[in-house]
């Protein structure tokens, strides 16, 4: 018998399961194999520690929780179940459409009617008056973002 077998066969000769011609084969190669013999103590030893192990008792009712259990999932739903689907469902849909909608679709700008209409050049001055009269610089992002934008507008529209 060789190693690669001794392996194999190490568990069925620790529960006793393997035949009498082959136990006598694999004593053989036990006795003369350091590495299998190693295996086989190491076999033993964690066979002996699994079965000192406690077991859990299981209840004593556990049957009866267990048959109950599928006769809950075997029961066919009441008549009335297919009315509450709906009734959970379509509110939550509608939000969710609602919620789309919102984001998907632009609001109208709302402008105050007496709103007077600014040139590009009217509302940089504006900018650039809101801009200097800061108590601190650039204090108010949108402002100087709405200055950067108005400058490059400006280079492009002179440089061409």
């Known amino acids: ?7 194999a066969s190490i568990s069925d000769y620790v529960d006793g399961r393997l035949p009498e011609r082959e136990t006598l084969e694999f004593e053989k190669h036990i006795g003369s194999c350091p590495i299998c013999a190693g295996e086989l103590d190491e076999t ?4 002996s520690a699994l079965r000192s ?6 209840p004593v009712d556990l049957w009866p929780q267990v048959r109950e259990s599928i006769q809950a999932a075997e029961r066919p739903a009441p008549a009335w179940s297919f009315l509450v ?9 509608i939000a969710a459409a609602a ?9 109208p700008k709302q402008v105050p009617e007496n709103f007077p209409a600014l040139s590009a050049s009217e509302y940089r001055g504006y900018v650039t008056e ?3 009269f800061q108590k601190r610089p650039f204090a108010d992002p949108d402002v100087v973002f709405t200055a950067v934008e108005l400058d490059r507008t400006n280079i492009r529209t002179n440089g061409e």
């Open 1 to 7: 018998m060789n190693c690669g077998k001794v392996q």
């Open 44 to 47: 033993r030893r964690m066979v």
């Open 53 to 58: 192990l406690a077991v859990p008792r299981s």
């Open 85 to 93: 689907r709906p009734v959970l469902i379509a509110p939550a849909a």
């Open 99 to 107: 919620a789309a909608a919102m984001l998907i679709l632009p609001l």
């Open 130 to 132: 809101h801009l200097r």
